[in-house]
């Protein structure tokens, strides 16, 4: 069973809480400056698993593109708690985004195949 995340636990500790909406949704060389707002927000694993919970499909969310979240999305069908999979999977990708201080998460817009790991 799917659960949510409540955002109103997290939303208002985001570093673009204050932020324009739009900042986050926008195309090309404008995404990694995106993405670079999110690297050292307290709330960024909280935000992206809310995205890749709701399927948000445009924008950044916790440091990711969307092409980023839908790629993760593919390669991880089997997930149902993204929260709990983000903070303690062993997974490289849960790990690497975890541990992702630049906001770069290459490995996963790579064609890979990888099987859930809990």
Known sequence: ???AIDPNEWVGNALCADDPPDALFVR?????QAKSRC???PVKLECLADALQWRCDFGVW???TER?????RRRYPAVENWFEWLRTSDDAD????RGSSSGRV???VQPQTRS???
């Open 39 to 41: 690297k050292d927000c």
């Open 106 to 108: 290459v490995s996963l």
């Open 28 to 32: 090309g060389a404008a995404q990694r």
């Open 1 to 3: 069973m799917m659960q």
């Open 62 to 64: 916790g440091g990711l």
């Open 68 to 72: 980023e979240r839908r790629a993760l």
């Open 94 to 97: 849960a790990v690497e985004i």
């Open 116 to 118: 859930l790991s809990a």
